[in-house]
């Protein structure tokens, strides 16, 4: 079964700082990650996707996520941080085959200090 | 093209009472899934349609069910309302199953 860890249920960072958010994921076989955030009360929005392309994954907004087999890690940086990347972010995890559904992570809310 | 539209947006309700809540795909997709999300359990998966069939269950009680219909559009039923289930209810669409989600904006429900 798949299963997803985020380290630290809340991060605080100063605008302009470095954003990291580690998510390391559990799989027995290949899987697709994926990251979502969401605003104060509103649906999810995907960031960024891994399908087993390029380990070093681009999304919206200037976040990005690198692959790490080896650490089994996928975590999400952006190099410097916007007040508006305020919200909570999910990594998710699900098999690249078979019958099994999109798993997440307990999330990670992001404060941005001015 | 239009996204992921669920209704009603907000619903109230008193325990024992039952709830319908509706969800229509992008267009052009087929997978329907729908997640529960409360603050103490955080994201926790339903059930997934595909083609009118239901592919995957997730751990809740029978009280909860599903369909979807021949234009992929789907429902979720909660009977016999309980307190706990005051949530935010999500529901995604992708094209195929396996395939990435995209999440409507949820449907809060309040429990009294």
């Known amino acids: 079964a798949q299963s997803v860890t985020q380290l630290g249920s809340h991060v605080s960072v100063s605008e302009g700082a470095l954003v990291l958010l580690r998510c390391n994921y559990s799989s027995s076989v290949p899987p697709y990650l994926f990251w979502y955030v969401q605003y104060p009360n509103q649906g999810l929005q995907l960031l960024l996707k891994?399908?087993?392309?390029?380990?070093l994954v681009k999304g919206i907004n200037g976040f990005e996520a690198e692959f790490k087999k080896s650490e089994t890690s996928f975590h999400l940086t952006k190099p410097s941080a916007h007040m508006s990347d305020a919200a909570e972010y999910f990594c998710?995890?699900?098999?690249?085959?078979?019958?099994?559904?999109?798993?997440f992570g307990k999330g990670t809310r992001l404060s941005v200090i001015a | 093209k239009a996204g992921v539209t669920q209704t009603p947006r907000y619903l109230i309700k008193t325990r024992g009472q039952q709830v319908t809540l509706s969800c229509s795909p992008i267009s052009g997709h087929r997978s329907v899934s729908w997640y529960q999300q409360t603050p103490g359990q955080g994201l926790q998966f339903l059930f997934e349609?595909?083609?009118?069939?239901?592919?995957n269950k997730g751990n809740f009680p029978g009280r909860f069910s599903g369909r979807q219909f021949s234009n992929s559009r789907s429902e979720m039923n909660v009977s016999t309302l309980e307190l706990g289930d005051s949530a935010l209810y999500l529901c995604?669409?992708?094209?195929?199953?396996?395939?990435?989600?995209?999440f409507g904006p949820g449907t809060r429900l309040l429990v009294l």
């Open positions: 891994y399908t087993s392309a390029a380990t």
């Open positions: 998710a995890v699900i098999r690249n085959s078979g019958n099994t559904p999109l798993v």
């Open positions: 995604a669409s992708s094209l195929s199953v396996q395939e990435t989600q995209y």
């Open positions: 349609y595909f083609s009118e069939t239901q592919r």
